[in-house]
């Protein structure tokens, strides 16, 4: 008999932690947990969006609005993991609004793309060394989670 076998203490522990984090997300319970997951992919996706976007100097000055909207998001997700009325009202606002700075990104790098010589006629070349096309997406994405993490119920 191995020691998985035997069924310690640690073994246990993991797959009661496993078992109730199954049910909760099955029965919509997975609010604390988005929330927080929305805080930390908020942060991760800014620090991609402002390298990127420092490395084209902030061009323009829309250029700025991933990095300002994502305090919000971050303050509202860990609020959220700790206050059901944090997660409830300041996380979807701030989320909802995080998603459409995404989608507003995806019309600025399309533009991009655009108005690179060629357009969209030569979009072979021109969208891969264009401004990324998906990228903001991400940022809507995000948003997204934190729109739903508003929607579930709490985990007990």
């Known amino acids: 008999m191995n020691w998985f076998e035997r069924g310690n203490d640690k073994t246990a522990e993991v797959e009661h932690l496993i078992d109730r984090a199954t049910r ?34 902030f061009g323009n000055r829309w250029m700025w609005s991933p990095i300002l909207v994502t305090p919000p998001v971050v303050i509202a997700g860990i609020a959220g993991v700790y206050s059901k009325t944090w997660a409830k009202t300041a996380l979807p606002v701030a989320a909802g609004l995080y998603a459409l700075d995404g989608l507003a990104g995806e019309y600025f790098h ?44 709490r985990e007990k």
């Open 24 to 57: 909760n997300i099955a029965h919509g319970r997975f609010e604390r947990s988005l929330s927080g997951l929305t805080a930390a992919a908020a942060l991760v996706t800014t620090v991609e969006v402002f390298a990127e976007h420092y490395k084209a100097s």
């Open 110 to 153: 399309a533009r991009g793309v655009a108005r690179k010589p060629g357009g969209w006629k030569l979009a072979t070349y021109n969208v891969p060394m264009g401004p990324p096309i998906a990228a903001p997406g991400l940022m809507s994405i995000v948003g997204a989670l934190g729109l739903l993490a508003a929607l579930l119920r």
